[in-house]
């Protein structure tokens, strides 16, 4: 009998002990919260002081600023397959702001006091960052971005509004994505607190309801030199270089998700009788199943490829495109067919299929929707502009 959850040749024994590790914690602190915390719709912050204490939030960060030291992706992927399992979807999109998008900011562009001041910060997960880089008029459009940053003597005076920003409301620190000239962006960091940094509402959205979302405002905000992050006027670069890792994160992440929905699907499709024969005996059952399984393993060894080019430095941009894409579009689908298999009873938001549901749905959207990624691609092949 497959069994879905079955070691892949992508993992070695010491990443087996940590997704143990990952298990052991998730067992503990998630599994049985994941409900109430939809329904409060906000996760508990002594979450991420637990989760940074056992390591998991600060992999990449350097050991001397109290991370792991570790650039292999594959710990990451056991995480968030852990994660997945149990359904806390708003808990791993949480973390994945953190430490896939946020963390390789710090670790790669933050220099002398900046490293000091906000890496161990980040990785114990006493603070939660963030990434502003949306508005409410540029979407996927990164170049059309208005947020201008002014000198002022040797520091900036910032103004703009973004929204859709993960982990916005809660976040400790915002990376933020500004004009300082024409066609020249850069990367500036605003604390909490800072006078004129203002959070608007927090996003109602279909799905992902505990992990907050919301739209941030900044009205002349004064920044020192120190705020800026890495080189003046290479913002986009910056952004163009790091987005690969983000891309990935959601592909591991799509697969993770429908082979977690898969999962427990097939338990329902054994235990729920109609007719008077398991749902599991009929045809149209075991065809389903079939094509999903399948689906997802061919989809699932691009993207365990897509891991290891990374850990080897070898992921482009296009190559993580097409992880991206095509994992969303076949986690979308394979929930979509999970839930007809639950029948009414999927709809029922008591069971994670629903809540899958709704929760899949911006894979395709966030990071990148799926039309710009097929956009870089055919760009890539064709040669186009």
């Keep these: 009998m497959t069994d879905l959850y079955a070691r892949r040749s992508l993992f070695d024994d010491e990443h087996e002990a940590f997704r143990d590790s990952v298990k052991e914690f998730v067992t503990r602190e998630v599994a049985a919260h994941v409900e109430d915390w939809e329904d409060a719709a906000d996760i508990p912050r002594h979450v991420w002081r637990v989760a940074g204490d056992l390591g998991y939030l600060g992999l990449p960060v350097p050991e001397e600023f109290g991370g792991g030291g570790i650039g292999d992706y594959r710990f990451r992927t056991a995480m968030i397959e ?41 990785a ?7 990434i502003a880089m949306t508005e409410p008029g540029t979407g996927s459009d990164l170049k059309g971005i208005r947020a201008t940053a002014v000198r002022d003597g040797d520091g900036w005076v910032l103004n703009g509004s973004k929204t859709f920003i993960t982990n916005g409301i809660n976040a400790d620190l915002v990376v933020v994505v500004a004009r300082t000239g024409e066609g020249a962006f850069s990367l500036f960091v605003v604390e909490s607190g800072t006078s004129g940094f203002t959070r608007g509402r927090k996003l109602r959205k279909l799905g992902l309801k505990a992990q907050d979302t919301a739209e941030l405002t900044f ?13 003046e006027g290479r913002g986009l670069h910056a952004l163009m270089a790091h987005l690969p890792l983000e891309r990935l994160n959601i592909a591991v992440t799509a697969c993770a998700g429908a082979r977690a929905a898969l999962a427990w699907t097939i338990d329902y499709v054994r235990d729920r009788t109609a007719f008077g024969k398991q749902l599991a005996e009929f045809q149209n059952t075991q065809f389903a199943v079939a094509e999903m399984v399948t689906e997802l393993e061919v989809t699932q060894a691009y993207v365990d ?12 941009a296009v190559d993580a495109a097409k992880a991206k894409w095509w994992a969303t579009e076949m986690h979308k689908r394979i929930v979509d067919r999970c839930l007809q298999l639950y029948g009414g009873y ?16 911006v894979t395709t959207i966030y990071g990148g929707t799926t039309e710009i990624m097929k956009l870089i691609i055919a760009r890539d092949v064709l040669e186009t502009r």
């Excluded at 979807?89 to 900046?114: C, K, M, R």
């Excluded at 114990?124 to 963030?130: F, K, L, M, P, V």
């Excluded at 490829?305 to 482009?316: G, T």
């Excluded at 999927?346 to 749905?361: F, H, S």
Aim: charged share 20%; net charge negative; no cysteine.
């Design 305 to 316: 490829d897509a891991v290891l080019r990374f850990n080897a430095a070898e992921l482009s």
């Design 346 to 361: 999927g709809y029922m938001l008591e069971y994670p299929i629903a809540r899958a549901y709704a929760d899949t749905r």
């Design 219 to 231: 009205d002349d905000v004064r920044l020192g030199p120190g705020a800026l992050l890495g080189e």
């Design 124 to 130: 114990s997960g006493e603070w939660i960052g963030a």
């Design 82 to 122: 852990e994660t997945a399992r149990v359904g806390a979807n708003s808990l791993a999109a949480g973390f994945a702001a953190q430490t896939d998008v946020v963390l390789p900011y710090f670790i790669d562009l933050a220099a002398g006091e900046q490293r000091k001041q906000w890496l161990p910060k980040l």
